[in-house]
């Protein structure tokens, strides 16, 4: 089979806007989240979450005007593929084959115009007839709403200002399958090169959920945390008082080339993508199956392409050194990813170290998957495990080892990255530092 390497990574996250950054922060137990400035959410259930700032996109772009007025989700986007382009070299390789070039992102929507939209609503209601006016909400339509900012809310503007920055002109797909939405796109871009049908393919994930609509959607489905006291401590997967997940925004972006291809033009591979695995509940729409029959055979399958067997023992260790959880801190996931992992690597289960680094940023929804495979070969070329923190009051029902709240150092091979989605999507990919 095909082997592929990932040459280049970046990111844009609420802990900073590269990957020094993030992973010392990271590695010093530090929490990126704080009370939500971007809108008023003050009268809302939830009123933090895990903002990026200090981002200024234009800063990572060749020309701004060609993309106009890019949405959040496509600013982080072209923020994070400028790192792992300029990481990967690809810039300075000037036989790259454009139409072998291609892209796969996890991209959620784009941020809507809430107040304009209300505004609109609520002036077009016809009180008589009790429904809207439609002839009226066209007229203010056209008069309140830009059309480039419409035209932004659409998934695939991500990709097309990425593609466009750098001219590939191969592959193009997106994705939206909830919050496993990014993992899936890296895993299937994985396939598309081992298909043949690409050299290089730039992947990964960027969205924000972060503006009124968002948060009200997520505080309606009891799914975010309303924890009442210092923001820091709110997002606390594994924990016996976990209260729902942190809302978090960003990008997370990797180039991947088939090895021949990398060592062809002199690249410096930074891991190997070794598995790929994917299913679905068939259960609930916001419900894991309480088997965990889903997220097991996601991990499963992913282990079985690579060859690996989870209950075996290298020299009396376990295969895998790391597995960077979907670990949400919602009642729910947290109990039913414990209990999939126990399914697949049954004794080896309480010896692998298990993390969630949503306890720091939040959940950054379709690009978590992308930034949590960047942790993954960050543990395995620096030596260290970033913590699970405001693991202060453990859940008895939860035995595994979640690197609680300090940064371990460790001798890391080979990691699993999973996540878990709304609608029962499950993908996870596993990752082994690179061997010639």
């Not at 810039?91 to 072998?100: F, H, I, N, V």
């Not at 999973?418 to 010639?436: A, D, H, K, M």
Request: charged letters at 20%; aromatic letters at 8%; glycine letters at 10%.
């Amino acid at each position: 089979m095909t082997r592929v390497v990932i040459t280049g990574m970046g990111w844009i996250t609420p802990l900073g806007n590269n990957l020094e950054t993030v992973w010392k922060r990271m590695c010093n137990s530090e929490s990126a989240i704080a009370t939500i400035d971007r809108f008023d959410a003050s009268s809302f259930p939830t009123t933090f979450a895990g903002q990026v700032r200090d981002f200024d996109w234009k800063e990572y772009v060749k020309d701004a005007l060609v993309h106009n007025e890019p949405a959040m989700n496509s600013q982080f986007a072209l923020g994070a593929a400028r790192q792992a382009w300029d990481q990967s070299g690809l810039g300075e390789c000037k036989d790259l084959d454009l139409e072998r070039a291609g892209i796969y992102l996890g991209a959620g929507e784009g941020v809507l115009d809430f107040s304009a939209h209300s505004m609109i609503d609520t002036h077009s209601w016809d009180v008589e007839d009790g429904k809207i006016n439609a002839v009226a909400w066209a007229e203010f339509a056209r008069e309140k709403l830009d059309e480039w900012g419409e035209v932004e809310q659409e998934p695939n503007m991500s990709l097309w200002h990425v593609a466009k920055e750098y001219g590939l002109q191969g592959p193009a797909f997106n994705c939206l399958t909830a919050c496993a939405a990014s993992t899936q796109a890296i895993g299937e871009a994985v396939s598309v090169l081992q298909a043949g049908d690409a050299d290089v393919m730039l992947s990964g994930g960027t969205h924000t959920m972060l503006h009124a609509l968002g948060i009200t959607g997520f505080n309606r489905l009891t799914a975010l945390s309303t924890f009442n006291g210092d923001p820091k401590k709110a997002s606390k997967p594994f924990s016996k008082d976990r209260g729902g997940f942190v809302m978090g925004e960003g990008s997370g972006m990797l180039v991947l080339e088939t090895l021949e291809h990398a060592l062809a033009r002199g690249a410096t591979p930074l891991a190997e993508i070794v598995g790929f695995g994917s299913s679905a509940d068939a259960y609930r729409i916001t419900d894991l199956h309480p088997e965990g029959r889903g997220p097991a055979a996601a991990i499963r399958n992913a282990l079985s392409q690579a060859n690996i067997d989870p209950t075996a023992t290298i020299e009396g260790k376990p295969p895998v050194q790391y597995i960077s959880a979907h670990g949400t801190s919602t009642q729910e996931n947290d109990s039913i990813e414990t209990k999939a992992i126990k399914l697949v690597f049954g004794d080896n289960a309480p010896n692998v170290p298990v993390s969630s680094i949503k306890s720091m940023m939040g959940h950054l929804i379709a690009a978590a998957g992308s930034v949590e495979l960047i942790t993954c070969v960050m543990s395995i070329q620096t030596g260290m495990l970033a913590p699970t923190i405001n693991l202060d009051n453990p859940d008895p029902e939860l035995d595994l080892d979640y690197v609680p709240n300090v940064a371990r150092k460790a001798e890391v091979d080979c990691c699993v990255s999973n996540s878990f989605g709304f609608g029962g999507q499950n993908n996870t990919l596993v990752v082994r530092r690179y061997e010639p």
